[in-house]
């Protein structure tokens, strides 16, 4: 009786396609403990400026994995409805911040003052990462070329346009308001970027309990045939996935460039697109499009940066690192993979079944 | 074996899990003829063809080959063609990135033509004597559909193939390609080859063959001359109903009055980029209409066309006598029209989404972006159907791939009931489903036809349009030939319509 239960759970858990980056996260969690506890200690101080910040190692896979689950959001959309992933959001980052600094700065790049509010520079690299985000979506949408190729050509070029749009020059931007998106903003000890995170996922959460964006997307992703004979635009919703993906990529690109009030073109968000394809697959989602579950990926996201911080708590060679990142993300990927779970649920039904004889006699 | 056969199947059996596909079916290629092998859908012509090329392997029954003295057993693509069974499917299987030459060379299991040079004469030599107008060296892509399907009969022609298959090798070609293509047919007959020919347009079966063959439910309805079968028996044997017997079957079917109002729908002149003949089209509330004709006919495509499903080129449609405008499927839908499309698995299900989503999915979309239908709501639809359809599913969130075909149908059923269509496109519904849901159908279309709603309704099965329909329109080679209505309902006349030929013959 007990085992059929157990086969019952089992059932019910390799079925949801949560519990992959769930059981990631309390893996690494539980190595963590063993390891060393003080992973998890968590201090309140205060930083340069006399605010009170809260830091440890926690507080700080929250912090810097913020970019990459914003970026996951818009990125589960996109291999939903494309199936297919975009590969330019890094150097899409590095456009989108340029743009910011080149309005905040104006021509002069040592300039003391802002030369224009921050939410006019903000809006400003909304509409330019999203036109960069319409141009891939169009590429894939209407001229039908395979997602990974038709980003490669924003991939390759993104980062020269975005030195070419400030001229090569590296701005700085002196006004402290502007580190607040990066840093802490005073007298809230939370790092800015998490919050600004969170709110991503309520503005993605309502989006998607008040529109019909996620029927139409997933619709789209599994048959384009029967969306189209439905009334649907399978082209346009496409273009829109990539579109909302440019606006992640704003987003993570201001809490980027805010981090340390420059930016440096060739390294800024560098290999985050493979991190943010990697947060979508270890949330169980197909890369092949169709159905998808937003919070799975979020969640992928800081099993990713959690990772990342454990490797550097224990000290692993930077050089060193994407090796170790690598072998536990083969693992992870193996064990989310739809043909695994499946074979776990059937596993779950074989242990049901064998009991049932049991319970007879 | 005879003296004059290539090819003799005897007493074939195979049946999948399920399905007798075959049995006991005999079929005789002789030596120099081009011979049709007929029959509607699930007769068994592919299940036949695949035995014969080793796709699938016959559960019993001899196969016969002219040169071998046994039976022979064949069991892969491979050795079907080693036997000299060569076959040229519908869809091009060679490499449009390479040339012709190499197309016809390419994995021979042979080392002769490292040598270019010879390798395009001896192509260039092949093409001539079979008279295909196209250069050796020339990329395979470059050439228009017939010219790749020649090609690929040269190809086959050059492996000393005894047998050659073709099928549907016309269906996306035009009248001056199909043309060439018989020429080429002829020639190979001449040089004593057993061509098979499978297609679907009588026409081309009455011009190009020399014998018939009709299968039927998988099994052999019998071996024909050509010139002893008449069109209208080819149909009616097809069909599987005896002209005699075909009077009577007429029942209490509504009756079609061509007054009462303007119709619902109207459309004059329409077409489509799938190369239909401009056809006008209209029915009124409350009627059942239907097109029928022999698969490939142009049936679907009509009413592709009237839901802009395909690329509409042209017409004029109205709307309750206002002119409005059709040229995709939301638009249709905007104007009340629903369409539940031939092909389920293709264009009719959303396969890893629930049954409750893809039952509300055509209202949510008609509903518009910010107007998300609640959970709540969507379960609420989503039972409604499910009980008023007998749907049989685990829950409102199974998915509905993992349905049976019949339930799948009424799914999409269903999602179109709950936009409440003011016309309402049916194209076989009944297909593939066991025969209690088709009677279900049936009666649902006379029901909903009742309370005001106008369906056009298709189905292979001539019996259930006689049944539901009070206005037939007939499709011979994707023009509109005709329209039954009132006592010209009878099998009979709908196989005269549907074989047409006869009369000019009389004329």
């Not at chain 1, 079925?15 to 998890?40: E, G, T």
């Not at chain 1, 454990?310 to 064990?335: D, H, M």
């Not at chain 2, 199974?398 to 003011?422: C, D, E, M």
Request: aromatic share 6%; with cysteine.
């Amino acid at each position: 009786m007990q085992k059929n239960k157990l086969g019952q759970i089992w059932e019910v858990i390799s079925r949801n396609q949560i519990i992959i980056p769930f059981a990631a996260l309390l893996l690494l969690a539980l190595f963590n403990l063993i390891a060393d506890p003080s992973f998890f200690r968590i201090t309140l101080n205060e930083n340069a400026n006399g605010d009170p910040v809260l830091s440890g190692n926690l507080i700080s896979i929250i912090d810097s994995g913020s970019e990459l689950a914003i970026l996951a959001i818009g990125m589960t959309l996109v291999t939903a409805a494309s199936g297919g992933q975009d590969i330019s959001v890094g150097a899409a980052i590095a456009i989108s911040g340029s743009v910011l600094l080149r309005v905040l700065c104006g021509s002069d790049s040592r300039s003391e003052t802002l030369q224009a509010p921050i939410i006019v520079a903000f809006l400003i690299a909304c509409v330019v990462s999203m036109l960069f985000g319409a141009f891939n979506g169009a590429l894939v949408a209407y001229f039908k070329i395979q997602p990974m190729v038709a980003t490669l050509i924003l991939f390759t070029a993104g980062r020269s346009v975005a030195a070419w749009i400030n001229n090569n020059e590296l701005p700085i931007v002196k006004d402290p308001s502007f580190s607040y998106f990066g840093n802490y903003i005073p007298g809230i000890p939370v790092p800015a970027p998490f919050l600004i995170a969170i709110a991503c996922f309520v503005i993605t959460w309502l989006v998607l309990k008040f529109t019909t964006l996620g029927l139409y997307v997933q619709s789209v992703g599994i048959n384009e045939k029967t969306s189209r004979l439905n009334g649907l635009n399978p082209e346009f919703i496409k273009l829109l996935t990539y579109v909302l993906l440019g606006l992640c990529v704003a987003v993570a690109a201001l809490i980027k460039v805010s981090r340390i009030s420059t930016i440096n073109y060739s390294v800024v968000a560098k290999d985050i697109e493979m991190d943010a394809i990697l947060a979508v697959a270890l949330g169980g989602n197909a890369l092949s499009g169709g159905k998808f579950n937003m919070a799975a990926s979020v969640l992928g996201a800081y099993v990713i940066q959690f990772l990342t911080t454990t490797l550097y708590k224990f000290e692993v060679n930077a050089t060193a690192l994407p090796a170790y990142k690598a072998v536990v993300v083969i693992l992870l990927v193996v064990l989310s993979a739809p043909t695994v779970r499946e074979k776990l649920t059937a596993l779950g039904k074989k242990l049901r079944r064998n009991d049932l004889p049991a319970e007879k006699t | 074996m005879r003296e004059d056969s290539v090819l003799e199947l005897r007493g074939i059996y195979k049946s999948f899990p399920g399905v007798k596909a075959l049995q006991n079916v005999d079929f005789t290629l002789r030596k120099g003829e081009i011979h049709a092998l007929m029959g509607e859908n699930g007769a068994g012509k592919s299940t036949l063809i695949k035995v014969l090329t080793g796709v699938h392997i016959k559960d019993e029954g001899n196969i016969w080959i002219k040169g071998h003295e046994r039976p022979v057993q064949i069991h892969s693509p491979q050795e079907a063609q080693k036997l000299g069974i060569s076959t040229v499917y519908q869809e091009i299987s060679l490499c449009p990135n390479l040339s012709v030459a190499e197309n016809i060379y390419i994995a021979r299991g042979d080392s002769r033509f490292v040598n270019w040079k010879t390798m395009n004469t001896k192509a260039q030599a092949l093409l001539d004597s079979l008279g295909i107008a196209v250069k050796a060296t020339q990329q395979l892509a470059s050439c228009s559909i017939a010219v790749q399907q020649m090609v690929a009969i040269a190809r086959a022609v050059d492996m000393e193939c005894s047998v050659l298959i073709l099928d549907e090798p016309t269906s996306s070609l035009d009248e001056s390609e199909v043309a060439k293509l018989f020429k080429l047919m002829r020639k190979l007959r001449g040089q004593g080859v057993g061509i098979i020919f499978v297609t679907h347009f009588l026409d081309q079966v009455y011009e190009v063959c020399d014998r018939i063959t009709v299968l039927r439910d998988g099994t052999l309805v019998g071996e024909y001359e050509i010139g002893s079968l008449p069109r209208v028996q080819l149909v009616s044997k097809m069909l599987g109903k005896e002209l005699d017997d075909m009077a009577d079957i007429k029942e209490s079917a509504p009756t079609y009055s061509d007054k009462g109002g303007t119709p619902v729908y109207e459309g004059i002149g329409l077409c489509s980029s799938e190369g239909i003949a401009p056809f006008n089209f209209r029915i009124r509330k409350g009627e059942v209409n239907g097109f029928t004709g022999l698969l490939g006919s142009g049936r679907s495509e009509c009413v592709r066309t009237i839901f802009g499903a395909d690329k509409v080129t042209g017409g004029a449609v109205s709307m309750d006598g206002r002119p409005v405008k059709i040229t995709c499927p939301r638009e249709a839908m905007k104007n009340g029209i629903a369409y539940l499309p031939e092909d389920r698995k293709r264009d009719g299900i959303v396969g890893d989404l629930s049954v409750k989503d893809n039952i509300i999915l055509a209202l949510q979309v008609k509903q518009g972006f910010f107007k998300p239908i609640s959970k709540a709501k969507a379960v609420e639809y989503a039972n409604e159907y499910i009980d008023l359809l007998d749907i049989k599913t685990a829950s409102v969130n199974t998915p509905i791939g993992s349905l049976s075909g019949g339930n799948q149908q009424k799914v999409i059923l269903a999602r179109w009931l709950l936009t409440h269509p003011k016309y309402l496109i049916l194209d076989e519904p009944t297909r593939g489903i066991d025969v209690g849901t088709k009677v279900d159908i049936q009666k649902l279309v006379l029901k909903l036809a009742s309370q005001g709603m106008s369906i056009t309704f298709i189905s292979s099965e001539t019996d259930e349009m006689l049944r539901t329909c009070s206005r037939l329109l007939v499709m011979r080679d994707r023009k509109l030939v005709g329209e039954l209505t009132g006592d010209q309902l009878t099998q009979t006349a709908v196989m005269n319509t549907i074989a047409g030929g006869e009369k000019h013959a009389e004329e």
